[in-house]
């Protein structure tokens, strides 16, 4: 059986998304949306995309971040995998997951190809950790 595809579009505001739907040799199905195709990305930008991706799938059920090498580059977006054939409540729930997640996160990911906004990204996360690890430190201080 030969790997088959269907393209969908998803729900998400301002911009065209769209879903591949591919139901490979082992018989499941892969929902996947692609946020971004980066070229000719720095380490920041790896870094920040990743820590982006990572702390929305936190938020989002049902699908995972991927981030796939390509040529020169990495592909970004989010995967569902379902059962073949898959029940429309469980298809229906994994598009509705995945528009969610490219709502979440096309635009950023996008940002973050450019250096100085990847740097910038990567202070501020690093400063808001070390922020909440602070205010937990002070909070012990004041119990004892």
Partial sequence: MATKRMAVQLEVHDCFEQATLERARSGEVRAHAEVCTASAETEASRCA?????????????????????????????????????????????V?????????????????????????????????LSLLSGDSQELQRKERR
Wanted: aromatic share 6%; hydrophobic share 45%; charged share 20%.
């Fill in 49 to 93: 995309s990743g820590v982006l991706l990572l702390c929305a799938s936190r938020v989002v059920r049902l699908v995972r971040p991927v981030a796939v090498p390509y040529r020169r580059g990495v592909r970004y977006g989010w995967e569902g995998l379902l059962q073949s054939p898959p029940h429309a409540d469980e298809l229906s729930d």
């Fill in 95 to 127: 598009l509705a997951a995945l528009s969610v997640a490219c709502e979440l996160t096309a635009r950023e990911v996008r940002a973050l190809q450019v250096e100085s906004t990847a740097l910038d990204f990567l202070q501020v996360r690093s400063g």
